[in-house]
């Protein structure tokens, strides 16, 4: 059998119709019909489109799936996950949860009845604990947003099936290539493919995997349904960013891990996260479960106030102050004051967003730079202290 890295390549198809080694874009919102109903597989892009279809295959293949569904966010993907439910159905949920998800769990979802509780999947007796009998879906990220807990979804995947229950699994942070939790036994699989599979910040996107046809199928109804479909030339970003997907993550794993071991000596740093470091908690269930540990490194300040936060995430030079993740460029993000402040400040410190937890997407530069660049900003925050920035 061939090396995952080439079926990965080859398994992006040339165009049967004139070579292109480039998948077309299909940039067409309709199809010519020979007759009413009879066509060559297409009749409008919202239902289906060569160029959405293609990547979909690809994802699939990548997720060892049976049908992926490409989406126009990450949160359209999850919104579509969650349309599998029901009024009165219950949700348990990792308690370290994105923000976006939270605030679609917590203000859409739970006025149509549907219920979630948050529990700490890292130790899966707290899952088995918060299932009841109207619990139809476990939702975990892992490693989870921005706090890198792992939870054993082979573990968590037998709870599910024991009681009933669909176990989904936002995998945005590992990406297929580290992980793929359909195999390890969950149902669904999520990813904001604005993330690693785009790769290069210029695309947003979400994606949903099912293991089954059954469930791939209403997946596809929901997409059709809802109309939040991938557009054709965003299908093709994110195919032509699977192309390297590869070699991008190994080096994202490569810097995160130096960068980890930097902060976790430097005497400003509280804590750090980072399933690849051996005292983080969860080190060998993330052994286990995944051939990488990833390109994200989160850390607080031992000054634990969101001004010394600020004031260290506008120093960078290299890392760039925004949100999203997971691209060419470096990133550093306040996740109580960016991605998690529609979480409660209780629940968030609760789930270990404390207020100066600093979460970094590291790059693809220089590992060196890298490190010179967070320790550039540390001096500079300790030298004029006096201009942390007033949060109001």
Same mark, same amino acid.
């Given at each position: ?7 990965? +390549? ?31 597989? %297409?009749? %409008? ?94 939702? +975990? ?11 054993? +979804?082979?573990? +968590? ?5 024991? %009681? ?31 993330? %690693? ?27 059709? *349904? ?33 960068? *980890? ?75 109580? *004051? ?28 220089? *590992? ?25």
């Amino acid at each position: 059998m061939s090396n995952i890295v080439t079926q990965t +390549i080859h398994s992006i198809p040339s165009d049967p119709l004139t070579g292109a080694i480039s998948v077309p874009i299909y940039q067409t919102s309709t199809f010519v019909q020979e007759a009413p109903g009879v066509n060559l597989g %297409y009749d %409008y892009s919202r239902t289906n489109n060569p160029t959405r279809a293609t990547l979909e295959k690809i994802v699939a293949e990548l997720e060892g799936g049976h049908t992926a569904a490409a989406f126009s966010s990450g949160l359209a993907a999850i919104d579509a996950v969650i349309k599998l439910l029901q009024a009165g159905d219950e949700i348990v949920a990792v308690d370290d949860i994105y923000g976006g998800a939270f605030r679609l769990f917590t203000h859409i979802y739970e006025k149509f009845g549907i219920k979630v509780t948050y529990t700490d999947s890292t130790n899966a007796n707290n899952v088995l604990q918060a299932i009841n009998s109207k619990t139809k879906l476990i939702w +975990i990220e892992t490693p989870t947003n921005p706090t890198l807990k792992i939870s054993d +979804i082979e573990v +968590i995947a037998k709870i599910a099936k024991a %009681y009933g229950c669909l176990l989904c699994v936002d995998n945005t942070f590992a990406s297929p290539v580290l992980q793929q939790p359909l195999l390890l036994g969950a149902d669904l699989v999520v990813h904001s493919a604005t993330k %690693y599979l785009g790769g290069h910040c210029d695309l947003i996107a979400g994606l949903v995997i099912t293991k089954t046809e059954e469930l791939g199928s209403r997946i596809k109804f929901i997409q059709n *349904a809802s109309g939040a479909v991938l557009s054709p030339f965003d299908s093709w970003l994110i195919i032509r960013g699977i192309e390297t997907l590869h070699l991008r993550v190994k080096q994202h794993c490569e810097n995160a891990a130096a960068v *980890a071991k930097f902060l976790q000596n430097h005497p400003a740093v509280d804590k750090v996260f980072y399933p690849g470091l051996q005292d983080h908690p969860n080190h060998e269930i993330a052994k286990k479960q995944a051939k990488g540990f990833g390109g994200v490194v989160s850390f607080t300040l031992k000054e634990d106030t969101e001004a010394a936060a600020t004031s260290f995430v506008t120093s960078t030079k290299y890392f760039k102050l925004a949100e999203s993740l997971g691209g060419v460029k470096s990133l550093v993000c306040h996740p109580a *004051a960016m991605t998690h402040k529609s979480i409660p400040s209780e629940k968030r410190r609760a789930a270990g967003v404390s207020d100066s937890l600093i979460r970094l997407s590291v790059g693809l530069e220089d *590992a060196a730079d890298l490190i010179d660049d967070l320790n550039q900003a540390f001096h500079t925050i300790a030298e004029k202290p006096e201009q942390h920035y007033a949060v109001s």
